[in-house]
C-alpha cells in the first residue's frame, strides 16, 4: 500500500491522480490533500477518500472548510506552514506535487528532506530551483518522477540506458491552437481562442503556456535539470497529433520514442507505480486509424516563448525564474482582458532584460526576483 500526499487535488492533475486512486484503492491511499480555495471540491474528497489531513492555501477558506466537514476526523491546515508539514508526515510514502507557481518549490524541498519519492507536476519547482532541488534529491536518494506527459515520455525512454549515451532529447509539442499562423494573425487572438487546444483538456494557464510555447520553453527547462544534459541537446519538434509524447536519440543513432493517446493519466500512473506499468481501462492508439504521424519544426520567430526559455536557460542562475514569474503575470493579465495576446513576449522581454542575474540563487532570493518582476510588471503594464 503507497501513501500519497497530493499538492493541488482539486485542480486537473489532481483529480486524474484520484481517478487512479479509485482505481487502485487496494494499492493506494491518499494520507492528505490540499488545494488553494476550492472548498466545495475539497469537501468532496474528504468525504470519498478520508485524509487524514488538508490544506487550504487560503485562511479564510481553511476556516469553512473546517466547519463544513465537522462531521469528520480530517484535520485542516492553512498556508504555506500547512503545506509543508503535510510533506513532512511520517505516514506519507510519495507527493504528488500538482500545485501552480512557486508556492510549490518550499513544500517540494521539506518533502525531500523528510525522504518522500516526488511525482512532480509543478514546472516551477525545476524551473526556477533546480539547482536546489536535484542535487537535494541526489544527496537523499530520492525518485523525483516526472508527471508531465514529454518529461514522462523522456523518463520511459531512458529506462535501461546510461544518460552518458544519450545524444539528443527530442521533446515533442503540438504546436497548439495557433500551429501555422504568423505573428500579424494573433494581434487580436483572444483568451477564448488560445484555451481552445486541439488536442488536451488542461488549466487555464497551462494552455495558454501551450499557445505561446511558453509551455515548451519551460519544459526545455525541466528536462535540463531532470535529465542532467544542456540545453543545446534539447530539440523541440512539432508533433501535431499528440501522439508521440517525446523521445531519445542516442549515441548510436537509435531513437527510442513512448507513444500514446494525449491522456495525462498514463504518465501519472507510471508515476505512482513506478518501475511497475499497471493495466488502464482507457483508448489506445490504433497506429492503423492513425495512419501517419506528421512532424514540424517550431516557428520560434513567431512564437518566442521558446526562443525566450532558451535564452533564459542559457543565461540561467535567476533568468529562469523572471521568465516564468513574468510569463505567470502576463498570463494573468491576458485572462483578465487586461492585455494582448503578443503583449506576452513583451512582458516576458522587458522583465528578462532589467533584470540583474544572481548565479546561484537561494530559495530566498528565488522568491525575491519573483516579487521584484512582479513589481516591475504592475508599474508599467497595471
Known amino acids: 500500500m503507497k501513501k500519497i500526499c497530493i499538492l493541488g487535488s482539486t485542480g486537473s492533475i ?6 487512479i486512486v479509485r482505481e487502485y484503492n487496494r494499492d493506494l491511499k491518499v494520507i492528505s490533500l490540499s488545494a488553494a480555495s476550492n472548498i466545495d471540491l475539497m469537501e468532496e474528497q474528504v468525504r ?20 463544513k466537514i465537522a462531521d469528520t476526523d480530517t484535520e485542516v491546515l492553512s498556508g504555506m506552514n500547512g503545506l509543508i508539514e503535510l510533506c513532512e508526515d511520517d505516514d506519507v510514502d510519495m ?33 526556477c530551483a533546480g539547482h536546489i532541488i536535484m542535487p537535494l534529491a541526489a544527496q537523499k536518494g530520492i525518485k523525483i518522477l516526472p508527471v508531465d506527459s514529454e518529461h514522462s515520455a523522456i523518463f520511459q525512454s531512458l529506462q535501461g540506458f546510461p544518460k552518458e549515451r544519450i545524444e539528443k532529447i527530442l521533446l515533442t509539442a ?29 488549466g487555464k494557464k497551462i494552455t495558454i503556456d501551450s499557445s505561446t510555447l511558453v509551455n515548451k520553453g519551460l519544459e526545455v527547462i ?11 541537446m534539447i530539440q523541440v519538434v512539432l508533433q501535431p497529433q499528440s501522439i508521440i509524447h517525446s523521445a531519445v536519440q542516442y549515441v548510436d543513432g537509435g531513437i527510442i520514442a513512448q507513444l500514446g493517446t494525449p491522456d495525462m493519466k498514463l504518465p501519472i ?29 517550431p516557428d520560434m520567430d513567431t512564437f518566442l516563448g521558446l526562443k525566450l526559455a532558451y535564452e533564459a536557460i542559457g543565461i540561467g542562475g535567476s533568468m529562469p525564474t523572471v521568465l516564468n514569474a513574468a510569463n505567470e503575470r502576463a498570463v494573468s493579465l491576458f485572462l483578465n482582458d487586461r492585455i494582448r495576446f503578443l503583449d506576452i513576449y513583451d512582458i516576458i522581454k522587458q522583465s528578462m532584460d532589467r533584470h540583474k542575474k544572481i548565479d546561484d540563487p537561494t530559495v530566498e532570493q ?17
Not at 100 to 119: E, H, L, S, Y
Not at 274 to 285: H, I, N
Open 95 to 127: 507527493v504528488v506535487t500538482a500545485v501552480v507557481g512557486m508556492i510549490g518549490i518550499r513544500p517540494t524541498i521539506a518533502a525531500i528532506k523528510a525522504g518522500k519519492d516526488i511525482a512532480l507536476a509543478n514546472k516551477e519547482t525545476l524551473v
Open 366 to 382: 528565488i522568491l525575491e526576483a519573483e516579487a521584484d518582476c512582479y513589481e516591475f510588471i504592475s508599474s508599467v503594464w497595471e
Open 269 to 297: 500512473q507510471y508515476a505512482l507505480f513506478y518501475p511497475d506499468r499497471r493495466p488502464m481501462k482507457d483508448e489506445r492508439v490504433d497506429l492503423f486509424k492513425l495512419g501517419q504521424i506528421i512532424f514540424d519544426r
Open 222 to 232: 525541466e528536462a535540463k535539470w531532470l535529465f542532467g544534459v544542456e540545453p543545446d
Open 14 to 19: 489532481g483529480t486524474q491522480t484520484l481517478e
Open 174 to 202: 503540438s504546436g497548439g491552437p495557433f500551429r501555422g499562423l504568423k505573428r500579424n494573425e494573433l494581434v487580436n487572438i483572444t483568451w477564448r481562442e488560445a484555451l481552445k487546444h486541439p488536442n488536451w483538456s488542461m
Open 48 to 67: 470519498e477518500f478520508h485524509p487524514s489531513k488538508v490544506c487550504m492555501y487560503d485562511e479564510a477558506k481553511a476556516d469553512e472548510l473546517r466547519i
